[in-house]
């Protein structure tokens, strides 16, 4: 059954258009309110959805990683709940897609495809708590709680104060990216799928925040460093999230490593040429969204053929959903926050270290 996972994940990124829009019809089929109740714009929206579950799907399918569905599925209902969709939209949704799965897939293929699709329709009767990643347990809670208010009123220049105070009074830049920058963007993201800020809120928070950590560079950047190599990183092409890889590379900095960030959505080719520019080998590769994964593997794979001895270290949202991931596509280690990789990092052996 397994070697019909990846062409079972390809068979529907190929449809994917024609799946949605299949999988749309059925749905307004089988609940014929939908129109009065949400009229043209719900359905438009109703089929970009459909477009989400299916590539979702396509690549847990692909995987074998029936979690990184099921984690989509009642995050999504979270979302949904929270403007004033009910999860009974959803399920008819799901049960739709697993109608037309079952009608336009290969017979061979069906059974994995909605296997997948029945168990995130299982969890949606789980009740799915989604609580703050502001714990008040956690160092610098406070701190973390006033600096996300801040931002969360728009003062970026409050926030730097909050921060720059910190930095002033001997708080390490360690403790203000793990135990400030990194749960507030969690819950900045938390917030968004509750429906509590907008999409508007969310980009100028993630903004504000990196303008903060350019603030603190010259905390970061020490010209008496002894170098202890170089570190390529980057995110996949299409994965615009980036925050995180930027901190890994600010703290790996302070613990002597030579950083080349390489930022968002950079293509395969351009992570091949840089690592082999630098004579680096070590690798960084960050992919939050699931759907992106496919471009992990490509750049994972490129790197292999290119500089076999690379080191690769990914990380991400998406592997911490299915902690066997990282071996499914191909890379040496997984992180499952800044802290951890720089743990990791730090122990690798003298030879890896004595190569760069």
């Given at each position: 059954?397994?070697?019909?996972?990846?062409?079972?994940?390809?068979?529907?990124?190929?449809?994917?258009?024609?799946?949605?829009?299949?999988?749309?019809?059925?749905?307004?089929?089988?609940?014929?309110?939908?129109?009065?109740?949400?009229?043209?714009?719900?359905?438009?929206?109703?089929?970009?959805?459909?477009?989400?579950?299916?590539?979702?799907?396509?690549?847990?399918?692909?995987?074998?990683?029936?979690?990184?569905?099921?984690?989509?599925?009642?995050?999504?209902?979270?979302?949904?709940?929270?403007?004033?969709?009910?999860?009974?939209?959803?399920?008819?949704?799901?049960?739709?897609?697993?109608?037309?799965?079952?009608?336009?897939?290969?017979?061979?293929?069906?059974?994995?495809?909605?296997?997948?699709?029945?168990?995130?329709?299982?969890?949606?009767?789980?009740?799915?708590?989604?609580?703050?990643?502001?714990?008040?347990?956690?160092?610098?809670?406070?701190?973390?709680?006033?600096?996300?208010?801040?931002?969360?009123?728009?003062?970026?220049?409050?926030?730097?104060?909050?921060?720059?105070?910190?930095?002033?009074?001997?708080?390490?830049?360690?403790?203000?990216?793990?135990?400030?920058?990194?749960?507030?963007?969690?819950?900045?993201?938390?917030?968004?799928?509750?429906?509590?800020?907008?999409?508007?809120?969310?980009?100028?928070?993630?903004?504000?925040?990196?303008?903060?950590?350019?603030?603190?560079?010259?905390?970061?950047?020490?010209?008496?460093?002894?170098?202890?190599?170089?570190?390529?990183?980057?995110?996949?092409?299409?994965?615009?999230?980036?925050?995180?890889?930027?901190?890994?590379?600010?703290?790996?900095?302070?613990?002597?490593?030579?950083?080349?960030?390489?930022?968002?959505?950079?293509?395969?080719?351009?992570?091949?040429?840089?690592?082999?520019?630098?004579?680096?080998?070590?690798?960084?590769?960050?992919?939050?969204?699931?759907?992106?994964?496919?471009?992990?593997?490509?750049?994972?794979?490129?790197?292999r053929l290119a500089s076999p001895a690379t080191r690769?270290?990914?990380?991400?949202?998406?592997?911490?959903?299915?902690?066997?991931?990282?071996?499914?596509?191909?890379?040496?280690?997984?992180?499952?926050?800044?802290?951890?990789?720089?743990?990791?990092?730090?122990?690798?052996?003298d030879n890896v270290v004595n190569a760069l």
């Amino acid at each position: 059954m397994s070697e019909l996972l990846e062409p079972t994940r390809d068979f529907i990124i190929e449809r994917l258009e024609d799946l949605a829009r299949e999988i749309v019809e059925r749905h307004w089929q089988l609940r014929p309110g939908l129109e009065q109740s949400y009229g043209k714009q719900g359905r438009a929206r109703c089929l970009e959805d459909a477009r989400y579950h299916l590539r979702y799907l396509s690549e847990a399918v692909g995987a074998g990683e029936p979690a990184l569905f099921v984690h989509y599925v009642t995050w999504a209902k979270t979302m949904l709940i929270a403007r004033n969709i009910p999860v009974e939209d959803l399920v008819a949704n799901l049960e739709a897609m697993s109608d037309v799965l079952g009608k336009e897939l290969p017979a061979l293929m069906q059974i994995p495809a909605m296997d997948y699709v029945k168990s995130a329709i299982r969890g949606l009767t789980l009740a799915n708590d989604s609580p703050s990643f502001l714990d008040p347990g956690q160092p610098l809670a406070e701190l973390a709680n006033q600096y996300l208010s801040a931002l969360l009123r728009y003062n970026r220049h409050s926030a730097s104060d909050l921060i720059l105070r910190a930095v002033g009074n001997k708080i390490s830049i360690k403790e203000i990216y793990c135990h400030v920058f990194e749960p507030c963007q969690y819950e900045i993201g938390r917030l968004w799928q509750s429906n509590v800020v907008s999409i508007a809120q969310e980009h100028y928070c993630t903004a504000a925040t990196q303008f903060i950590m350019s603030q603190l560079y010259p905390y970061i950047f020490r010209s008496d460093r002894t170098c202890r190599g170089t570190i390529v990183a980057a995110c996949v092409s299409g994965e615009l999230h980036e925050i995180g890889a930027r901190m890994l590379c600010d703290l790996l900095e302070m613990e002597g490593w030579n950083t080349i960030y390489l930022g968002a959505n950079v293509p395969t080719a351009g992570v091949v040429d840089v690592l082999r520019d630098n004579h680096s080998t070590i690798l960084a590769v960050s992919a939050s969204m699931t759907f992106h994964i496919p471009a992990v593997r490509e750049v994972i794979a490129a790197v292999r053929l290119a500089s076999p001895a690379t080191r690769i270290l990914v990380g991400g949202y998406a592997f911490k959903i299915a902690p066997n991931l990282w071996r499914d596509v191909g890379a040496n280690y997984w992180a499952k926050d800044a802290s951890d990789a720089i743990s990791l990092i730090g122990g690798l052996d003298d030879n890896v270290v004595n190569a760069l």
